[in-house]
């Protein structure tokens, strides 16, 4: 026991040394021109590019709006609700009852544990300076936030207008994408895989799988990746080929659903899988889940815009249209299916139409997105439908939901994109540009090879070298995770 708590004691001093040390490195509000954040930022400067100075040879930061300050720190804390919050919910509705603690618990971790490793160095590998120039990783020039100002914009990340918020503030609304994400992939190990080596998995998959990603799609640099790089294109590889991903249907949806996948084929299924009801014990939290997610979801794809702009709109409207379309084509799908209307379908229905309009959204009319809610629910009706007739355990439908409809998306941004909606976009092929659909795919199948390929090596080594493996017992599993794991019970009724 005593060992126990010395290496529990060490972590905390450890991170609260470099917490310490990160404090004391990072300036406080007058920037120099030598100073090693200056490159990455916004200050004033002449017609010739050299900074403009104050009396004291202080550099002038760029204006920043606070009416944009305030709209994408409103839609970090929306994005941040649907993990804790919606998506645990929905998860832990969707599960056993023995189980739905341990949904809930490894939820609620994720948001805590991807964070840390957000700041210490996720964020500067994904959003970072290139790392040589080839749109493949950040370096770690940002780790610790170090470079990374909370007063003065990024030169690279902002709006449509310019960058008009604080670097810091990009960063944390970032965060709440990275979040989000390893929490999708619950679904998939829910109910069988143990806690500790789920801990593990998370930060080594948001590391190895996540920041690849984000960093190949989203990352911009400076001119010439911040002078380092000349005739750097300025994005990651993707970015620089042409694939558009508005907020996340590659990074984001793709590699969990498939990472997903990848998992629960690797576990294998649950004691009693086909044989025993395995049905969601709490329908009422399914659906609240999923208004929280829909709720959450407008800072999710709004807030992509970087700025309260007009593309925050048309993508705000976006979202709402292809979900409650989607909505209605699932219920529609299964009562005919079936025979009656389900409310799980309907529910289901929602998070696939907001998983298929999020690469989508920045760039798509109202009308498209009607027609994004009807694809989005009949390739996800259909992929759930083939996983359970191959018995795929992907216990709550992860790969179904979210890397289909993720994939639905992507393809579908190549077909209907508008370059009016955001100018750093272009048109898709139903607009004349046959060449974005090609691009669009590009991006989408390398992020899902990429999330495959890391995943299953995790996978593989850490089943290799947990003591025990990664999966529970089945005594445990018979028993449920909630005991076995944390010791707790959803429901105490004595």
Sequence with gaps: MFRKNLTIFMLVGILTTITATSAFLMNASAYKPDDPAAKYHCFATDANGNYNLTAEGDLIPCRIDSGDNAWMLTASALVLIMTPGGLAIFYAGLSRQKNAVNTLHMVLMTT???????????????????????????????????????????????????????HQTYMVFQMMFAIITPALIVASVAERMKYSAFIIFVVLWATFVYDFTAHWTWSIS????????????????TGCFGSLDFAGGTVIHITSGFSGLVIALMLGRRIGYGKVPMEPHNISLVVLGAALLWFGWFGFNAGSAGAAATNATSAFVATQAATAMAVVTWALLSWAHTGRASTVGAASGAVAGLV??????????????????????????????????????????????????????????GLFAEKRFTPWGDDGLVFGNPAQLLENA?????????????????????????PGGIRVTPKEEEIGLDLTQHGERAYVSE
């Design 222 to 237: 400076g001119a010439d990746n911040y002078g380092m790089n000349p005739g750097y294109c300025g994005f990651g590889w």
């Design 356 to 413: 298929a309009i999020t690469p989508a959204s920045g760039f798509v009319s109202p009308m498209s997105a009607l027609v994004i809610g009807i694809i989005a629910s009949v390739a996800c009706y259909a992929a759930v439908m083939f996983k359970n007739s191959r018995k795929w355990d992907d216990a709550l439908d992860t790969w179904g939901v979210h890397g289909i409809g993720g994939l639905a998306g992507a393809l579908c941004t």
């Design 112 to 166: 805590g544990i991807v964070a840390v490793q957000w700041v210490l160095w996720g964020y500067s590998l994904a959003f970072g300076p290139d790392a040589g120039g080839y749109g493949f990783i950040g370096t770690l020039d940002w780790a610790g936030l170090e470079n990374v100002l909370h007063d003065v914009p990024s030169v690279a990340y902002g709006g449509i207008t310019g960058t008009t918020i604080p």
């Design 442 to 466: 590009v991006g989408a199948f390398a992020a899902m090879a990429w999330a495959v390929g890391i995943t299953a090596i995790i996978i593989k080594v850490m089943d290799k070298v947990w």
